[in-house]
């Protein structure tokens, strides 16, 4: 959505912190319209709010609209959102699914955030990070990680495929989660409740990826 130059985009671009200079005037992000325009400092007549909601999607002005109500000002890139994280400055890149949409981590990097959006549109935040194994060897699981020095046991009583061990301790560091082709996002967040209450992390595996997933506050 393209706006000209004058007061309101220079307001826009100033106060609510959004758009990018185009010529003659800013151009708004569907997302970043829609969200000035709920809060109340761009108006927008009916047919265009349905325009923009239908080229913005239904979940990415939800995300959108959470971070900047906890003060952080994300900039939209294609599906996902980018800003800077609280602690240390670093950028964050952040996807968003349904938490029934099914679990893929085809898009999720070491470093990535993911935020998942229930029918009630309430969100949860999650981090994707190594889990501190190295470099594994091509190979199944869980062989690659006993070449790995790694201990594997059983995960059942924690409603899990595996638990695993540093070579040497009594305690399990983390719980293994082998994605399966019907599992929900829900299923992961229920995994990552058990294994927090459990003192252990989450990881989850797709057989080519495996990428340790832990709640976050933004």
Known sequence: MLLPAGKLATALRGRQRVGRAATDGIALHPVEALWCHASGALE??????VQLAALAGELLPVAYTDLRQRGIVPTVKGAALRFQARDGGADVRLHIASSDATASLALLAQGDWLALVDEALEIIYYAATAPGWGALPAGPLPEVLAAAGL??????KFGTRYRVYRDGESHAAWLLHLLRNDDSWLDIVRAVRVAHGVRK???????????ALEWVKP
């Open 44 to 49: 927008l007549d009916a047919k265009l709010q």
């Open 151 to 156: 201990q594997v046991a059983s995960g059942m």
């Open 201 to 211: 992390q989450l990881v989850a595996s797709d057989g080519e990826r495996c990428l």
